[in-house]
């Protein structure tokens, strides 16, 4: 059972990369994260309207705090605190500069690109491929910089172009190692051992320290009925699940379909509503229907998927799997329960997951269309605290007729050259937390909040890694892509509120005939005993809606007969 702590050694840090079970832990006073980035700094709060002005400036790659020297501040703040990633879409020859607790001499000074090339003072290459991935163009770096009174990180000339420095605060009593740019024998064989264990993320059943059981449940669940998969009493965990099914023998039609019509639900300590509640596909990370990936948390292939998220309970827990569609569907599932006492759960926060498709809740709509002050805000999650945010599946069905021109190269041409403008995820990541008016998380486009990058260029690649993942996008890049971003490390806690947008620039009907769609799965912790705002959905606003045809297809049992 993990307690908050207020000393760590470097190789604690390093296992924040990996422990699940701390995203369960409370949020303390003090306690914070956010991200520092190259944002269109044209984009402001005016107090004295309450509103914003340029909310959907686009000009993202060379924002900054102040010019200082022959370069720019990109990041600054107070310690004790953690930077726990580090990206960019373009690092250049320019040297990033990092100054740690008021010292005038930098514990870093390199080519901003040998930052993401060169570990330490050695020579060779780094050879971090999990802690440090370039994933589809977008340069990575987990590899954590403590500092205990203060942070300066500063670019020079010709460093490049777009930047993320993703970092935690944490109270002033807690006491972070001393960190010099150079990596002693203990720290860098943590390093190698998390990379080991993040490149066999999914791949076995996760070690566990805790007392557990094991138990595996054969489900038969009938067409417009549900089967309980778990019904346990008392206090413990669930941390693993691990489900078989026979559909990878089936057309992708008919996976896509099942998928969004069998629905996993969860609840937690005799509550009357699901704090869990996702099509079983999307639950998964992944749409539609099977596209293979291995996160960290989540993961898929055509035989099973797994979840390793931890989700504590005091007095229950149950997990039923509805099926509202027309046949019979089996499943096989695996599910680990933790051992726990009940004075231990009751101070632990309960695990959340919600699927929806533009739901505004109760903000001001007119406000997020466009030509309002919060436009192209789409809202992930509105969510009350305390609580901690640990990431999300996006699923963009982007379609649009094909253009008479044909282009110059590859399928739509490239750059400027482009025979449509079709590229939906120029949208930034917005995370407002307790009731701040600016967020303390501004993003520079949607894929470089995934981690990759220049990704309306051809070619469209899919790939995973244990953070972040794009399963599938379509060659030519027209119809559906599927990504997911996963907070573990830089969770970002919250103790009022969390509100999570991501920019949609594109309209759900755009140009003549064309169609922008997003869904989203959505994983965060709040305080036991208490309920998110989100409803199940009606199978016919989960089938149908990607396709560009006006008339949608109609399916049996196409209402959800009660709400789980």
């Known amino acids: 059972m993990q307690h908050v702590q207020t000393s760590y050694t470097y190789r604690d840090l390093v296992e924040r990369l990996f422990n699940l079970e701390v995203l369960a832990v409370p949020p303390v006073a003090g306690e914070r994260s956010g991200s520092f980035s190259s944002f269109d700094r044209s984009s402001v709060y005016n107090e004295a309207t ?4 340029n909310w959907g400036a686009n000009d993202d790659g060379g924002g900054y705090i102040r010019e200082e020297d022959s370069g720019i501040v990109a990041c600054e703040l107070d310690g004790p605190g953690v930077i726990w990633r580090v990206w960019s879409a ?35 290459p780094a050879n971090f491929p999990n802690i440090a991935p370039t994933l ?62 993040l490149q066999n993320r999914g791949r076995h059943r996760p070690h566990q320290h805790q007392p557990h059981n094991d138990r595996t449940v054969s489900l038969s669940i009938p067409a417009g009925g549900k089967s309980v998969a778990l019904d346990h009493a008392g206090a413990g965990a669930i941390s693993m699940i691990r489900i078989r099914t ?6 992708e039609d008919q996976q896509r379909i099942a998928l969004r019509q069998l629905v996993i639900s969860m609840k937690w300590d005799h509550e009357d509503k699901p704090s869990v509640w996702a099509p079983l596909g999307d639950f998964f990370g992944s749409a539609p229907g099977i596209k293979p990936y291995r996160a960290l948390p989540l993961g898929m292939d055509g035989n099973e998927f797994y979840c390793n998220w931890y989700m504590p309970f005091s007095e229950g827990a149950i997990i039923e799997i509805a099926n509202d569609g027309p046949e019979l ?23 959340h997951a919600k699927w929806h498709r533009d739901a505004f809740l109760d903000l001001e709509k007119e406000r997020y269309v466009e030509g309002g002050d919060r436009w192209p805000d789409w809202p992930l999650l509105l969510a009350e605290g305390p609580g901690r945010f640990c990431g999300v599946h996006l699923h963009v069905y982007n379609a649009w007729k094909k253009p008479d021109q044909d282009a110059d190269t590859w399928w739509y041409g490239r750059e400027d050259r482009k025979t ?3 590229w939906w995820g120029e949208g930034d990541e917005k995370f407002f937390i307790d009731g701040e008016t600016f967020p303390s998380t501004f993003g520079t486009g949607s894929e470089d909040y995934i981690g990759y990058a220049w990704a309306a260029e051809p070619p469209f690649p ?10 599938y996008v379509e ?24 509100e999570g947008f991501i920019e949609k620039y594109k309209a759900n009907d755009w140009e003549d005939g064309n169609r922008c769609l997003y869904a989203s799965t959505v994983y965060w912790y709040q305080a036991r005993g208490t309920i998110d705002r989100y409803v199940p959905i009606e199978l016919q606003k989960r089938i149908g809606y990607d396709t560009l045809n006006d008339e949608e297809p109609t399916y049996k049992n196409a209402k959800l007969e009660d709400s789980l």
């Not at 559906?480 to 969770?491: A, G, L, Y």
């Open 136 to 197: 589809s163009r977008g340069r990575n770096s987990y590899i954590p910089i403590p500092f205990q009174k203060h942070c300066k990180v500063v670019l020079d000339k010709d460093w490049g172009s777009y930047y993320h420095f993703t970092y935690t605060q944490f109270p002033n009593e807690v006491q972070l190692p001393d960190f010099t740019g150079k990596f002693d024998k203990d720290s860098s064989i943590a390093l190698a051992e998390a990379d080991r264990l």
């Open 246 to 251: 026979e559909l990878a023998h089936q057309t």
């Open 329 to 351: 569907q089996t499943l096989v599932i695996d599910i680990r329960t933790v051992s726990m006492m009940k004075e231990q759960a009751d101070k632990l926060l309960r695990f």
């Open 420 to 422: 449509i403008d079709w």
């Open 462 to 471: 899919i790939f995973d890694s244990a953070f972040a993942c794009q399963p």
């Open 90 to 124: 373009l690092p250049g020859e320019g040297h990033i500069r990092i100054y740690l607790d008021n010292s005038m001499e930098p514990v870093i000074d390199k080519p901003f690109r040998d930052y993401f090339e060169k570990f330490s003072d050695e020579g060779c």
């Open 50 to 53: 309450s509103r914003y002005e």
């Open 475 to 498: 060659i030519d890049g027209n119809g559906h892509t599927s990504v997911n971003r996963f907070h573990i490390c830089d969770n970002i806690p919250f103790i009022q509120s969390f």
